[in-house]
């Protein structure tokens, strides 16, 4: 993973958008931040939605009870969009005496991995698939450009999609971060890799129905993909890593990021969408990989601001990094585990990669308490309920306050919408922000989830009990319900310091016609 390079800092604009509202006692309450939503000028007409990175915990054993409970949580989320990857010594054991490779399409790693897709297929979550890079092991060890490794890939979705019948996988990644000088390839090393999975593709009738979705990799990376032609043609989405600073998001320059990538798709590629295959925040990530900021409230406020400035630059989805803590370990992958015969290094957990929003193996290493929900996957799994697969997201008017920022989207519900709308006060200074939109055709009942720390304890106010006295998961609940909301007069919100609100109709409420 490797940040992402700082281009510009926007300018504060400190703007007194002075409007008021009504309130109960009918007094005049004056807003900090007005901002319109254009509900019929969409940004992205089809959102692929909010999701994470899930890997199929191929170096632990987990039991049943911890599955079921993964399950539950992601379940809850309404998780739309996932990025799977795997590496070919999983199913492929080597070549025979005629070079012909020989596959077990039943390892430990395989059962797993089809365990994991069982539940998208189940809950029609979308699945990008990939290889991390090259077979690198002791039995099976090809160049990143040789065609059985190809021939080996081509096989593995045949059989995935034509014997195991998924549907949901719907797009192929291949070689993660392959900008980066730890994933071993070369610019005309990958390009020949990438023609080599095509063309093998197409030959099996495949290429249609699992697209290739590139660079996987770095802005600048994107930019050589895009000014060639070949790759054009042969890549269908565009899926990029970020890795970002806290002081780029509170700059608001993910959104500048956004915005600037897409104008160079829309004109070198017009028509293909471009997502996030990783997300995260890189301050204070340690040596192995550990981001034990997900612990910490802040961190829910940070990638939600993040979220909400990619949802306003008009990107098509991203996906967090990443879902769970005991699904990698530092030193996964070529350093370590590369065959079937690899034994797990010892101090594997201790070096586990840190960044999700639980440990599902915390109680089998002593910890228990890393198990549980923390804060951060309220922002996450909320903006994934109310931000879903196929909705519309909508321009909504720069807020003028420093860190204060808005998204919205409309689902379509037949002739109707309902209308999600996502707050970010990511500064130390209170705010009224109120949101309006003029062509609301009729009075809205909104939830309204509040994502709060006033008493400072690293917990959110309204989910301080994260599970029951029976130990089952307390999941996210709406803070409250607003009823007869007039968006066309405006609807005011306040914001306290460094807070997430997150409205919809979908959660209780109806969609209402758009004028």
């Not at 969408?273 to 612990?295: A, M, P, S, T, Y």
């Amino acid at each position: 993973m490797e940040n992402l390079s700082t281009k510009s800092i926007i300018s504060a604009v400190l703007l007194a958008a002075l409007s008021s509202c009504a309130c109960a006692e009918a007094r005049q309450v004056r807003a900090d931040a007005t901002v319109e939503v254009d509900a019929t000028c969409v940004l992205e007409k089809d959102f692929l939605g909010v999701g994470v990175q899930w890997s199929s915990y191929p170096w632990w054993d987990v039991s049943e009870e911890d599955w079921n409970k993964v399950f539950r949580r992601v379940e809850f989320m309404r998780l739309p969009f996932v990025r799977v990857m795997l590496d070919a010594f999983w199913y492929c054991k080597g070549f025979d005496k005629d070079g012909k490779p020989v596959y077990d399409w039943n390892t430990s790693y395989m059962k797993k991995l089809y365990k994991l897709l069982d539940w998208c297929e189940k809950n029609n979550t979308v699945v990008m698939i990939g290889e991390w890079g090259r077979p690198a092991g002791k039995d099976l060890n090809l160049k990143n450009d040789d065609p059985k490794w190809t021939r080996i890939i081509g096989d593995f979705v045949e059989y995935m999609l034509r014997q195991k019948k998924y549907t949901c996988i719907k797009y192929y990644n291949l070689i993660n971060e392959p900008h980066g000088s730890w994933s071993n390839i070369s610019w005309d090393e990958w390009k020949t890799a990438i023609d080599n999975l095509y063309k093998e593709l197409t030959k099996r009738g495949l290429i249609e129905l699992i697209p290739i979705a590139s660079p996987d990799g770095d802005r600048k990376f994107t930019t050589k993909v895009l000014k060639d032609d070949q790759l054009r043609n042969q890549t269908a989405i565009y899926d990029e890593h970020w890795y970002v600073y806290e002081r780029e998001i509170n700059r608001g320059l993910l959104e500048l990021y956004t915005r600037d990538q897409l104008r160079q798709i829309h004109k070198k590629d017009p028509g293909k969408q471009f997502f996030l295959g990783e997300i995260g925040i890189l301050d204070g990530k340690n040596k192995n990989d550990q981001q034990r900021h997900v612990f910490d409230f802040w961190y829910g406020v940070s990638m939600a601001d993040a979220a909400i400035q990619m949802i306003r630059g008009g990107m098509s989805g991203f996906m967090a990094w990443d879902l769970d803590d005991s699904m990698h370990f530092a030193g996964d992958g070529g350093e370590s585990m590369n065959s079937l015969s690899d034994v797990l290094p010892s101090h594997a957990y201790e070096q586990r990669k840190i960044w999700g929003f639980w440990s599902i193996m915390a109680t089998e290493h002593g910890t228990p308490e890393e198990e549980t929900l923390r804060p951060w996957y309220y922002t996450w799994s909320v903006l994934s309920r109310c931000f879903p697969p196929g909705c519309q997201t909508l321009e909504a008017e720069d807020a003028g306050v420093y860190q204060v920022r808005v998204a919205a989207a409309r689902i379509a519900d037949g002739d109707k919408y309902h209308l999600s709308f996502a707050i970010a006060n990511n500064y130390e200074k209170n705010s009224k922000v109120k949101i309006v939109v003029p062509k609301a055709g009729a009075q809205a009942t909104l939830a309204q989830y509040d994502y709060f720390d006033a008493d400072k304890d690293n917990k959110v106010d309204s989910w301080s009990k994260v599970v029951d006295d029976k130990g089952n998961d307390i999941f996210p609940s709406a803070t409250k319900v607003l009823k007869n909301v007039d968006l066309t007069a405006g609807l005011m919100v306040t914001m306290p310091s460094k807070v997430v609100v997150i409205l919809t109709t979908m959660e209780g409420g109806h969609s209402i016609p758009l004028k």
